[in-house]
């Protein structure tokens, strides 16, 4: 009986031996499967300004005759915010030069402003415009002297335009093009320096 008890025993012990290894493979299996790192992917995280959505342009300009003349320049940046808006900042430099009726004084100019396009096409190149402007320039006034003369004379002044519109783009290229649009400036007083209604023109360029 203590012999057979002993054969049990041993063939018990001999057979969890056996199973040993097995079990501690697989505990060792599992702890790997656990402990591996998992590789998981970022989304990619869309720019809020797309470079392919900015543009630049401008405009120039100029006249001269009997003893005047101007001479303007107005570039632009601006972005493609949706297919049908778009919005862009505009400096406009212009030097105009000239002689006084009255005093025949001769006087001259450099005016600066700033601006802020706001553009909705309203069907392909044809769209709708609200622009608001800031422009430095010299208010002049005929003033008389200690000697009863008249002379001209001048301050500089800030002056609000609110121009409202419409016009057409014009497609040159498949990356630029002109414009053609019809403003009316809804600040009209006698210190704006363009009469209603003012019609400007210019061309942008993609890149």
Known sequence: MKKRFKKIICACLFGAICSLPNYVIGQQFENTEESEP?????????????????????????????????????????????????????????YI???????????????????????????????????????????????????GVDELISKRINVFNLYIGG???LDFTSNSGGFLLLLYNLNQTENSFYRNPHIQAGFTVGF
């Open 97 to 147: 030069y000239g002689t006084e009726g009255i005093t025949a004084q001769r006087y001259s100019d450099h005016i600066v402003a700033g601006s802020l396009i706001n553009r909705y096409v309203v069907w392909k190149g044809l769209f709708l415009q609200v622009e608001p402007e800031v422009m430095n320039r010299k208010d002049y006034s005929l003033q008389t002297n200690t000697l």
């Open 38 to 94: 998992v590789n998981k992917k970022k989304p990619v995280k869309e720019k809020f300004l797309k470079k392919e959505n900015v543009f630049v342009g401008g405009g120039l300009g100029g006249g001269f005759g009997n003893g005047a003349g101007m001479i303007q320049a107005s570039p632009l940046i601006g972005y493609n915010v949706t297919e049908s808006f778009q919005t862009a900042l505009k400096v406009t430099y212009t």
């Open 167 to 169: 016009g057409a783009y």
